[in-house]
């Protein structure tokens, strides 16, 4: 009989635990793997189911983030009122949240394009935890909510703008106006430019073909090299007929700025020229036919002919005695300026932002705009100046010079000048 050799199969054990471990292996992921589908078939099953679909659409449909923003851009008509009522909020917080605003000087005015954020935590009692409203192009207010109170806090923030001055200059073929807005000169800069030399120069009958004019001014750009907004306009120079009207801004006291000649000689004036800019004098003061009533009779103003919604400028520093309808001479302004001086700008279009009566003016504000209203055949300014209670012409005014620049304030301006003069060639020599 022979004998069983265990040491022959002690020899293989490993190979034959191998070859068990390997048929255990195969069959287990066998095993799994028909799981892992019943599994997937049930679960397709029961995501299939009508039923759980409608729940899953209704759940996910109520479900709202915790915070959410809104943007908003004023329009024509809106009120901080109407605003704040739009609103998806309490009536109590929005109360607290106008009261915020109205107590804010900055904020006394609404104006059109102005942009609103508003911050909403949808968890709170008193969702809105933030927003801002931008004051300007370069600044905003932002009011938000401390820890345990009602009250909002407010900051004034200014935006990360970079200041940039840019220098312009061109050959005047057409107007004033057309040649700047040919360069790109925002129309803020060119309104400007117009009100320093509207008290020495006629835009209609001083400016000739071939004259030319130099400008300085500030811009503002963003992050995306974008400009948003222009500041202040640094020099200016106008040449007519080989003659230059050269103007330097500058500082002479605290807070006190005002733009003088080559001879430290302010351009101020007690009223401009011409309150209006790119116009043609159409009547002359003086007897003339009248347009409408046939007759001849005094015409007791300068008429100058312009299209529809030119700006209309105040010619000086004053205080508004009315803002509202005169009869023939239509929408109409009257500004009393002082004891001497009194103006009046009729058939306008419509009035400036809230121009009305007992407001104060400044010099150069636009008060209203061009129109044809009460009695008149065409799109024109019709201006009169009083002068001690008598209509003059507005032309022919002999008016007081204004500062003159003496002593230190004098030696301060000369050196201003050097450095203004200084920039103009090193900007003239980067644009070349």
């Not at 397709?44 to 659409?57: A, G, M, Q, R």
């Not at 809106?78 to 605003?101: A, G, M, P, R």
């Not at 409408?292 to 100058?304: P, V």
């Not at 002999?398 to 003496?406: A, Q, Y």
Request: with cysteine.
């Amino acid at each position: 009989m022979k004998v069983f050799d265990f040491k022959k199969i002690k020899e293989y054990s490993i190979f034959i635990w191998l070859i068990i471990i390997t048929i255990i292996a195969i069959l287990s992921s066998a095993i799994y793997r028909q799981n892992t589908a019943d599994q997937n078939i049930k679960l397709k099953e029961t995501l299939d189911n009508i039923y759980l679909k409608k729940t899953l659409v209704e759940i996910t449909n109520n479900l709202q983030p915790r915070y959410s923003t809104i943007n908003y851009t004023s329009k024509s008509g809106d009120t901080y009122q109407s605003i704040i009522d739009s609103l998806d909020i309490t009536k109590k917080e929005k109360q607290i949240i106008l009261n915020s605003i109205l107590i804010n000087k900055s904020l006394k005015i609404l104006n059109i394009n102005q942009k609103f954020f508003f911050k909403f935590d949808n968890l709170l009692n008193q969702k809105i935890i933030e927003f801002k409203i931008e004051t300007d192009k370069k600044n905003e207010i932002v009011f938000f909510r401390t820890e345990n109170s009602e009250k909002l806090q407010s900051k004034k923030i200014k935006k990360n703008y970079t200041k940039k001055l840019v220098y312009k200059e061109t050959v005047i073929t057409d107007s004033l106006y057309n040649s700047a807005i040919n360069l790109g000169i925002n129309a803020n800069v060119i309104i400007e430019f117009a009100r320093l030399y509207g008290f020495q120069v006629d835009f209609q009958r001083d400016i000739w073909k071939e004259d030319s004019f130099q400008i300085i001014y500030e811009e503002f750009i963003n992050e995306k090299n974008e400009i948003v907004d222009t500041g202040d306009i640094i020099f200016a120079n106008l040449n007519l007929q080989n003659t230059d009207l050269q103007l330097y801004r500058f500082e002479y006291n605290k807070n006190k700025i005002d733009f003088f000649d080559e001879n430290g000689k302010s351009i101020k004036k007690t009223l401009m020229k011409t309150p209006i800019n790119g116009a043609r004098l159409s009547s002359s003061y003086g007897k003339r036919k009248h347009p409408i009533l046939g007759y001849t009779k005094m015409h007791t103003g300068t008429d100058f002919a312009a299209p529809t919604g030119t700006p209309i400028m105040a010619s000086g520093d004053g205080k508004v005695t009315k803002a509202g309808w005169c009869g023939g001479g239509g929408n109409c302004v009257k500004i009393k300026h002082n004891s001497k001086y009194q103006t009046i700008y009729a058939h306008m279009s419509k009035f400036g932002r809230g121009i009305k009566k007992g407001v104060r003016v400044k010099q150069g504000q636009i008060i209203g705009y061009v129109g044809s209203t009460g009695m008149s055949t065409g799109p024109h300014l019709h201006y009169e100046v009083i002068e001690n209670g008598k209509k003059v012409n507005s032309q022919k005014l002999k008016l007081p010079s204004g500062k003159v620049l003496k002593g230190e304030e004098r030696k301060r301006f000369e050196v201003s000048k050097i450095k203004i003069d200084v920039l103009k060639s090193d900007l003239i020599t980067k644009t070349n």
